[in-house]
């Protein structure tokens, strides 16, 4: 216990001063940790998305924390940092690959010392991440989540820009939405995530990753789902615990699906379903079969104990069937 206290303090310690190396944005743009004073038996590790900062993870990080997880929400490389970006001055977003792939390995190392069964995490090029990690460590990996993942763009063009050109873009938000970081980037900086994607479908016909849930929805208008459900097509013939989910464009849910603070009114819904796969040990089959029988009018329970499941799902998997069905 007492090593376990003096690693948790050491990483507090350690990043929170390489994070304030460099004046940041606000005091939530730092690295956020939620640690149980024990090792717990699940830890995990969330990659938040390009130019954003950890507050965007704040709402799922709570939540698995409050059900007695070990939560870990680093800082990316070159971001959060306070200065007067713009497209003559853009923020140093890296361009190199190589750059966030090193950041993943080293704190997929640290926290193995944590808990039992380590999950990662992450939202669109954080996701990305996620995804690769997955495939890159697959036996160090209890569960991946895959939260609209950076394959690719809807618009065809825009992967072509992506690919070839060079400037600064910027953010364009509702009224009222609230953006985390950097308002804009060069694009070499999307690129890297564009090309980490493309490699992580191709890698995924042929490598076992590690269980993944690709969440996706129709409203997401800034990233692919035809590629969502490609690298979920690939990756559960080789590994059958992986799930997908996409959200009904009833439900609007867009890109950044973490916080209503971005704009989803149903971040229940997202953490609901994260816990119901993290906590769940079914494969994809089953829960097809779950929702076969679900629409063939029997109910939740009656499922449960004819498929003699009750050891074997999260109490969060009857929200994620009745939404799934409806």
């Not at 003559?88 to 977003?93: A, E, K, M, R, Y």
């Not at 072509?160 to 308002?183: E, T």
């Not at 191709?202 to 692919?224: C, F, H, Q, Y």
């Not at 009656?302 to 498929?307: E, H, K, Q, R, Y």
Request: hydrophobic content about 40%.
């Amino acid at each position: 216990m007492s090593n376990y206290s003096s690693l948790t303090s050491e990483i507090i310690q350690e990043t929170k001063a390489r994070d304030r190396a460099q004046p940041l944005i606000n005091d939530k743009c730092e690295s956020q940790f939620f640690f149980h004073p024990h090792p717990t038996v699940k830890v995990c590790l969330f990659f938040h998305g390009i130019t954003a900062t950890p507050e965007q993870f704040l709402p799922i990080g709570e939540a698995f924390f409050q059900a007695g997880y070990n939560v870990l929400i680093p800082l990316l490389p070159g971001h959060g940092v306070a200065g007067n970006w713009n497209h003559s001055n853009p923020p140093p977003l890296p361009k190199d690959e190589q750059v966030y792939k090193q950041f993943a390995l080293q704190w997929l190392q640290q926290v193995q010392e944590l808990g039992e069964q380590v999950i990662v995490g992450g939202l669109s090029g954080g996701s990305t991440l996620a995804a690769w990690l997955a495939l890159e460590r697959p036996e160090e990996i209890y569960r991946a989540l895959v939260c609209a993942p950076y394959l690719s763009a809807t618009n065809k063009l825009v992967d072509l820009i992506v690919q070839n050109l060079d400037f600064y873009f910027q953010w364009k938000r509702k009224p009222g939405i609230v953006g985390f970081g950097y308002d804009g980037f060069e694009l070499p900086a999307m690129r890297v995530f564009f090309d980490m994607g493309q490699d992580v479908i191709k890698r995924a016909e042929k490598r076992v990753a590690a269980p993944m849930l690709v969440l996706s929805s129709e409203s997401d208008r800034a990233v692919g789902k035809e590629d969502h459900k490609a690298l979920f097509e690939e990756a559960v013939k080789l590994q059958p615990k992986t799930w997908y989910y996409c959200f009904s464009r009833a439900l609007d849910v867009g890109h950044n699906m973490m916080t209503k603070a971005e704009g989803n009114e149903h971040v229940d819904l997202v953490i609901a379903i994260t816990k119901a796969y993290v906590e769940s040990d079914l494969t994809w089959a089953e829960v097809m079969e779950m929702g076969l029988r679900l629409k063939q009018g029997n109910t939740f329970n009656t499922i449960v104990n004819d498929l003699n499941l009750s050891q074997r799902i999260s109490p969060d998997m009857n929200t994620m069937m009745e939404i799934a069905t409806n």
